[in-house]
């Protein structure tokens, strides 16, 4: 079987086709496979894990899983396919630990929004790099091949639907045409071709694209050829707060403990416990697309305990201020308005309120000495993709099966809805590795 891409997705699904005894052949376009799955953070959201009962979880399921992302699109997501990949990611995660020696735990210490337990799985080194170079190392231990600077353009197919091998083509410009049995579409979906994303979501269409550019939509272009099913293509994951002109983001727990957003006239605009998705257009809307986000010590400290945070301290992106005057002089915001903004927020947290946005205060209120970041709004991965089966088998329209087409991560339709605001944290790598081992296993059968 062939797989295009060498990311989360494809190299799950490679593994799983291994185990059935399959033979397998990633393509993949990068001269070192990465993808969006070596730029992300590498949290992976599964119910009734050991690696959770190791922290005294007990009571997570996948219908609890299912039940928070479908809470999160405001029931758009489709219900089926949400407990399909709930019920496929925690024995995803245990078979990865135990055939391939790949170690995860729970993060412990800070729930992610709108998720009702703590179910976030990482790797020791908490980083989507390393979760990448782990599943690298698991796949070329078990003699899965990765043909890298394969750039696959074209796919052939008869009138039947099916798939008989892949055009490839290299950086010298020769092609090679490789027959298979089946394909999976592992490419991921579309946030690294600007008029699709335009198109798609117009919201982020001015956006940063923090993904990977080589994700350019093809399988949905080949899915569209082959007479395939796409939904949900405004679905993606946005983030509010990418510390600029730097380019880090800025982990969203700092929000959830106490943090606020203000834009450049020192005001707060919204909500910020809805979500770092759709803080994206939040942000985006306000003056010249940039806000701060304001916390103090005892948040830094927290902050510090994450990778992206500890290089953004590093790069002078995090601004230290012992009072409320300093910190507006820092960030260049009018210091009246932002000592009233501030003063709001302390009274509401000192006496656990909701504002008038709706955001419920029940962390200690902030406290000098403060810290600050200019963020902005950008684009993280699209979200919606090709309509899939149980076994990840691509759908036509009509609701019958191609033949031996597979797709998964971001190439297949998620769990997000239709909407930036739909993403529930870690519902990318849930669709690339619950995704990745369906199609696998199901390919190699096929
Ligand atoms: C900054 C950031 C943070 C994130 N944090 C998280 C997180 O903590 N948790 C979470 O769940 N999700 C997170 N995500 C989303 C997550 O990274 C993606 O959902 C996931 O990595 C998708 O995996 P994938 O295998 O589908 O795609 P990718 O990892 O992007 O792999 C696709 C591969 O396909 C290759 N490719 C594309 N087209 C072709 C072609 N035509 N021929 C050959 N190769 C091709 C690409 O080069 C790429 O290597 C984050 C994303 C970003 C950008």
Redesign the pocket.
């Known amino acids: 079987m062939l797989i295009?891409?060498?990311?989360?997705?494809?190299?799950v699904a490679a593994l799983a086709a291994r185990a059935q005894g399959a033979e397998a052949l990633v393509?993949?376009?990068?001269r070192t496979?990465?993808?969006?799955?070596?730029?992300?953070?590498?949290?992976?959201?599964a119910p009734a894990t050991r690696f959770q009962h190791a922290i005294g979880v007990h009571d997570d399921t996948p219908d609890l899983l299912a039940a928070d992302i479908l809470a999160k699109t405001k029931h758009s997501a489709d219900a089926h396919e949400a407990l399909r990949l709930a019920r496929a990611i925690g024995p995803a995660l245990e078979w990865l630990a135990d055939a391939h020696g790949i170690p995860f735990h729970v993060l412990d210490g800070f729930r992610y929004p709108g998720h009702g337990r703590l179910r976030?799985h990482a790797v020791p080194e908490r980083t989507?790099a390393a979760l990448?170079a782990r599943l690298l190392r698991a796949a070329t231990a078990a003699d899965v091949s990765i043909v890298t600077e394969?750039?696959?353009?074209d796919l052939f197919a008869d009138t039947a639907g099916r798939v008989h091998g892949v055009r490839?083509t290299r950086p010298d410009g020769r092609t090679e045409d490789i027959g298979c049995g089946a394909l999976v579409l592992?490419?991921?979906?579309y946030g690294g071709a600007p008029d699709l994303v335009r198109r798609h979501i117009p919201d982020l269409a001015d956006a940063i694209y923090?993904?990977?550019p080589?994700?350019?939509g093809?399988?949905l272009r080949w899915g569209d050829e082959l007479g395939a099913e796409a939904r949900d293509l405004g679905a993606c994951?946005g983030?509010g707060s990418v510390a600029h002109p730097h380019g880090i983001?800025i982990t969203w727990a700092l929000m959830m403990e106490g943090g606020i957003q203000v834009n450049t006239l020192g005001r707060r605009f919204w909500n910020e416990h809805e979500g770092y998705s759709e803080a994206a257009v939040a942000v985006l809307r306000q003056p010249g697309g940039i806000a701060f986000g304001i916390h103090d010590a005892r948040l830094h400290e927290l902050g510090m305990t994450f990778e992206d945070y500890r290089q953004a301290e590093a790069t002078g992106a995090i601004r230290h201020a012992s009072d409320i005057a300093q910190l507006a002089a820092d960030c260049a915001l009018p210091a009246d308005a932002l000592a009233a903004t501030l003063t709001d927020v302390q009274a509401l947290a000192r006496a656990q309120g909701t504002d008038a946005f709706g955001r419920h205060f029940t962390a200690p209120p902030l406290a000098a000495p403060y810290c600050a970041v200019r963020v902005t709004g950008?684009l993280?991965?699209t979200?919606g993709g090709l309509l899939v089966d149980d076994d990840a088998r691509v759908l036509r329209g009509n609701g019958t099966v191609l033949p031996n087409l597979f797709a998964?991560?971001?190439?297949a339709r998620g769990v997000s809805g239709n909407a930036v605001w739909g993403y529930l944290?870690?519902?990318?790598?849930?669709?690339?590795v619950g995704y990745?081992i369906l199609a696998g296993t199901a390919a190699a059968r096929v």
């Open positions: 295009v891409g060498a990311g989360a997705c494809g190299l393509l993949e376009r990068d496979p990465t993808g969006s799955t070596s730029l992300s953070s590498g949290f992976i959201p976030m989507g990448e394969a750039h696959a353009t490839v592992a490419c991921n979906g923090f993904g990977h080589g994700n350019q093809d399988a994951q983030h983001p950008a993280f991965h979200q998964g991560g971001g190439a944290s870690g519902n990318g790598l849930l669709a690339a990745g």
